[in-house]
């Protein structure tokens, strides 16, 4: 009987890097300075990891780019550069065809979103960001810059996200001209795949601002259309020439909507999520937003408040509630800007809010926020809001009353930030500390003493009960001052529990209302504050003091961080001299104790 024999094989298994798939999920985690690292380890390594060099790129007009950067325009997922930065472009873009406009301003868009990228030079562009050096005002090298990119956008049939100033929509600020029209045909024939549109810049007129937002309602993909830049040419007020083109475009809407009727189309403007219409100088008419809002946005997510102007109108607020509840049952994401000299924007804002009641406000931003108890929309916010509301950013509040800080006790809170302007109150009373969100997980606060009033105080020789023992007027406002003191030490105590008690939370914004409290830098000790409230911060990895509670920190204090933080990754101090303060013997002790905790100015 014969042995049998095993054989073994001699090829090597195959190395880690072999794997497309694996490279791909590695290369995520490396910087630019990385990759160019693993390149020249070995000739296998630079074959697996070149491609990836070239996956974001980055250009500057005061950096030439490689001339290899031509060879793998294929390979870039992400493209940023300036629209006049007129020698990169000509890199990326001098061999591409530039086939004069031929087609119609508005041209049907393929209603499927679907292209073809084999054949096309950018065939993996994801993601375009333009800007403009404002140091160059050349006007032949921006004309010449923006022509380069379209170029470079028709040959980009999978761009996803574009973001570029408003000069891609109007190179000299005038009529409609054949570089408008070329652009819009571009972004309807050759950008079907298109999810996310951000044109940023100072203005355009209202026709082609109006043309730019029929032919985003029209396009099939288009989720996100953010027109971060205003209307020029505008009065105080709308004419009666801009009145009839606001009308002309929403009548053109309704007409092609009575044509796709039947069809299996979609409607104009039914995919669109997010929403920020061109700013105006006084606002839109009412009836204009209001039908906007009713008739062409069903799915709507994320709004941003446009500024109406109503002439005083007592049914503003009434219109836009009735306008949101019906036309955008899906809103759940609101931001707004307190426009100055703008007496109807809380009724804007609390109109738009009370319209969101089938899904309910999931967030709520707002900028320069003048909120008391006449406008109260915080507390509108609240009451229609409480169940649903998960964020809340109220960014350099000009001035909020701390009675009105009702959303903090939103049970399903999770991120809270109020900060207020330099020259603007927005700090919560110690009293007024009050959490029923225990899964927040970032907070920014602005503590302040209550006010204490001397007229409450008011020594009355009537009052007394002895008048044999009748209390010096000087002595009985001591004795009434120091009992408020003892408030303000049980009311402090009280507001550290209440943040204390927070488990989840990952960042901690502290400040102070300035020039009213005494003794505030002691807040944050053991000895003499409240730090201590604060050892149930588990999670907490970012701590920002923006007030100086530092300075009467000791090592009790940081070691106090090291026991009871244990995820504490930054630190970050308001101050002007960061090297100063971290110099100290127990910031270096920290250091030494966590090596990979940062310290960071703000």
């Not at 009373?429 to 105080?457: G, I, N, S, W």
């Amino acid at each position: 009987m014969e042995p049998t024999t095993t054989s073994m094989s001699t090829t090597p298994p195959p190395a880690v890097f072999d794997v497309p798939e694996l490279v791909g999920l590695v290369v995520q985690y490396l910087s630019r300075q990385d990759i160019v690292h693993c390149t020249a380890t070995s000739k296998r390594w630079a074959h697996q990891f070149k491609p990836f060099y070239w996956r974001d790129v980055v250009l500057k007009k005061s950096r030439p780019a490689p001339q290899s950067l031509a060879l793998n325009r294929h390979r870039i997922l992400s493209l940023s550069v300036a629209c006049n930065d007129t020698d990169n472009l000509h890199m990326l873009a001098a061999d591409l065809p530039s086939a004069p406009y031929t087609g119609p301003l508005r041209a049907p868009c393929n209603s499927t979103g679907s292209s073809t990228t084999g054949n096309y030079i950018f065939s993996n562009l994801r993601i375009i960001r333009i800007d403009y050096d404002p140091g160059d005002n050349a006007s032949n090298r921006k004309s010449l810059g923006l022509e380069y990119v379209l170029r470079i956008l028709k040959q980009s049939p999978g761009l996803l996200k574009l973001v570029a100033p408003e000069t891609i929509l109007d190179e000299n600020e005038s009529v409609p001209s054949e570089h408008t029209e070329s652009f819009l045909y571009t972004l309807a024939h050759k950008l079907s795949c298109i999810k996310e549109l951000d044109i940023q810049g100072e203005g355009v007129p209202l026709k082609i601002g109006l043309d730019f937002l029929r032919a985003c309602l029209d396009h099939p993909q288009l989720v996100n259309l953010h027109c971060n830049f205003g209307i020029v040419g505008q009065s105080d007020t709308f004419s009666i020439e801009d009145f009839h083109q606001l009308n002309a475009f929403l009548s053109s809407i309704d007409d092609d909507m009575k044509a796709k009727e039947g069809t299996g189309k979609p409607a104009l403007g039914s995919r669109i999520k997010s929403l920020i219409l061109p700013k105006t100088s006084k606002g839109y008419p009412l009836t204009f937003v209001c039908t906007l809002l009713r008739s062409y946005l069903p799915n709507l997510e994320r709004l941003y408040a446009p500024r109406i102007h109503a002439n005083g109108d007592a049914s503003l607020k009434h219109s836009l509630k009735e306008a949101v509840a019906q036309g955008c049952p899906k809103l759940q994401h609101l931001r707004c800007s307190w426009y100055k000299g703008d007496g109807m924007i809380q009724d804007v804002i609390n109109g738009i809010v009370e319209g969101c009641k089938e899904w309910g406000l999931k967030s709520f931003y707002c900028e320069d926020l003048n909120d008391d108890y006449r406008r109260c929309i915080l507390e509108t916010l609240s009451r229609h809001h409480c169940e649903t509301l998960e964020e809340v950013e109220l960014v350099n509040c000009r001035n909020v009353e701390s009675s009105c800080l009702v959303p903090l006790r939103c049970r399903n809170l999770k991120k809270a930030r109020i900060q207020q302007s330099r020259s603007g109150s927005a700090a919560i009373e110690l009293q007024d500390v009050r959490f029923a969100c225990h899964d927040l997980k970032e907070l920014q606060l602005t503590l302040a003493m209550p006010y204490f009033d001397k007229e409450e105080y008011d020594y009355s020789p009537d009052s007394d009960l002895d008048s044999d023992e009748e209390e010096d007027p000087s002595d009985y406002f001591e004795r009434c001052l120091a009992e408020f003191g003892d408030c303000i030490q049980n009311w402090a105590k009280d507001a550290y529990t209440q943040i204390g008690s927070l488990s989840k939370l990952e960042t901690l914004s502290l400040d102070y209302k300035e020039g009213e409290w005494i003794g505030f830098d002691r807040d944050l000790t053991l000895k003499h504050g409240w730090l201590r409230q604060l050892a149930g911060l588990k999670e907490l990895k970012h701590f920002h003091m923006a007030a100086d509670f530092w300075s009467e920190m000791g090592r009790a204090e940081v070691e106090f961080m090291d026991a009871h933080w244990p995820k504490l990754e930054k630190i970050e101090f308001s101050c002007e001299d960061l090297e100063d303060i971290v110099k100290k013997p127990h910031w270096q002790w920290l250091q030494n104790r966590r090596t990979s905790l940062r310290y960071l100015q703000f």
